[in-house]
């Protein structure tokens, strides 16, 4: 593949992105850079073949022969959205926010969870106006995914548009709806200029979407719609289960929006086609009285009695999990561990 020319466009330790000119035309070539290149080259690779054809996901380029070790992608033809002056006038943050409903409800479709959705990561194309999505680096297929506590350099995803689940510090799975706040938080920043909770410390911005109610885009910038600030903010309910559950209900509730209609009642049509778990624990009440018992016996230096039983695999630590993280117990007092059934010996 000979190219007439090659621009780097955007270089970190991580990755170098370039437009290569060809005869047939423009392409983008993503090199991930690192000891694990190959790898993360096959999973993006595998994400983008299974996006392939949804409408505002970037495709790999046809025609054009995959290279070992890089990514060759379509040229979108335009800027990433965090090169824009923000705020957005409101007639194009609205017409992009359908856009953008539209291509994260087809992703979704497809089983993608993206876990990376920021202004960064869509690129509007120049001669069209359409936003597509790019960047499925830290994209999974798994519609949940239990997160870890990390460390808020290590947390995946970026962190001014980070759901509270994942910060891993709520004991929540993480789920598409992670990616339905990812979009508030950059909706937000398109209307307002800056995302909820600004972008200066990292510390302080898990705090807020964990624990921050942000200003109504609406009151921070007063040209933003009523219905739209609305909508916003209930993209950035912190709980999963008050938040948006499906993209597809919020292009619902955008539409007559764009039409002009000045009140909506966000959510309305939102179901799910398929089940997602509750995000709150149901019918374990009793387990979670039992453990705040154990744990206040703890704190008193007294070994309390483990009052927990029940069968392998039907979720014994998940009180657990949540008790903690609900009731900020600190890290050092809780641990985590497994025990596994003795099978029976022969004779005995
Ligand atoms: N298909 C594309 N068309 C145009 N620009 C792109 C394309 N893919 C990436 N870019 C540009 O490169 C930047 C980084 O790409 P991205 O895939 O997000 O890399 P990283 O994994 O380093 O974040 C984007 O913000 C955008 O400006
Ligand atoms: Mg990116």
Redesign the pocket.
Same mark, same amino acid.
């Given at each position: 593949m000979a190219a007439a020319s090659q621009v780097v466009?955007?270089a970190?330790d991580?990755?170098r @992105?370039s437009?290569l000119v060809l005869p047939s035309g423009c392409v @983008?070539r993503?090199e991930?850079l690192g000891p694990d290149a190959q790898r993360r080259v096959r999973h993006e690779v595998e994400i983008l073949e299974r996006l392939a054809g949804v409408e505002g996901v970037?495709h790999l380029a046809a025609g054009a022969a995959q290279r070992a070790g890089s990514i060759l992608?379509?040229?979108?033809?335009?800027?990433?959205l965090?090169?824009r002056e923000t705020p957005l006038e409101p007639v194009e943050l609205i017409d992009l926010a359908v856009s953008l409903a539209h291509a994260v409800a087809g992703m979704h479709h497809r089983g993608v969870v993206h876990r990376d959705l920021c202004p960064?990561?869509i690129?509007v194309s120049e001669d069209s106006g359409a936003p597509?999505l @790019?960047?499925f680096?830290l994209a999974t297929t798994f519609s949940v995914v239990q997160p870890e506590f990390a460390h808020h350099g290590a947390a995946v995803g970026t962190v001014p548009y980070l759901a509270p689940e994942q910060t891993g510090r709520t004991g929540r799975p993480v789920d598409q709806r992670a990616d339905l706040y990812a979009l508030g938080a950059s909706l937000y920043e398109l209307a307002t200029g800056a995302p909820p909770f600004g972008t200066e410390d990292p510390i302080r911005m898990i705090h807020d979407h964990l624990a921050r109610v942000p200003d109504p885009p609406g009151a921070v910038e007063p040209s933003v719609p009523p219905a739209l600030s609305e909508i916003i903010m209930h993209l950035l309910e912190k709980e999963p289960d008050d938040r948006y559950q499906t993209a597809e209900g919020l292009a619902h509730d955008l539409a007559p929006v764009r039409r002009g209609v000045v009140a909506v009642r966000p959510g309305e049509h939102d179901l799910p086609t398929q089940p997602l778990a509750p995000s709150r624990l149901c019918g374990r009440d009793r387990d979670i009285d039992q453990l705040d018992a154990a744990f206040a016996e703890a704190v008193t230096g007294r070994i309390p009695r483990g009052p927990r039983r029940g069968r392998a695999g039907c979720g014994q630590d998940i009180p657990g999990q949540r008790a903690a993280a609900d009731r900020g117990w600190r890290r050092r007092l809780v641990r985590r561990g497994q025990v596994r059934p003795v099978p029976p010996r022969p004779g005995v």
């Open positions: 466009l955007h970190t991580q990755t @992105i437009r @983008i993503k991930p970037v992608l379509a040229d979108v033809g335009g800027t990433a965090s090169r960064a990561n690129v597509y @790019i960047d680096a």
